[in-house]
């Protein structure tokens, strides 16, 4: 079963099995479809703290925000997804400030340092 449609045979009619398209149902064009399993950094989790409604310190989200990794190829998503979820695990639990946007930032250097070895 193809995932175009027979009539427009650029138009995604559904992704692929397993795969969640992130946009919309009969989109022409490529289907930009990610894992169903892979996390999904959304822009509420990068502004808002675990409970939905307390607002993350702007440093802390425009650090958080370059942990996103959905966009990327499986074999590097490997790689930086470990990262994303170390990061979100820190800015949930320690106290926001100077230290904890410092270490963020420590911390996706790291990552970026990492998939670039990935990518040889």
Known sequence: M????????DTCRVPPPGWSCSRPAGHEGPCAASPINSKVIDRNVVMFKPD?????????SGVL?????DHLPVQLREVSQPFANLAFKMADELPEGPD?????????????????????
């Open 100 to 120: 904890l946007t410092c270490g963020l930032r420590d911390l996706l250097t790291a990552k970026d340092n990492c998939v670039r070895a990935k990518l040889g």
């Open 2 to 9: 193809s995932v175009y449609s027979s009539d427009k045979p």
């Open 52 to 60: 939905g409604v307390t607002p993350r310190h702007p440093s802390t």
């Open 65 to 69: 925000k370059h942990f996103r990794c």
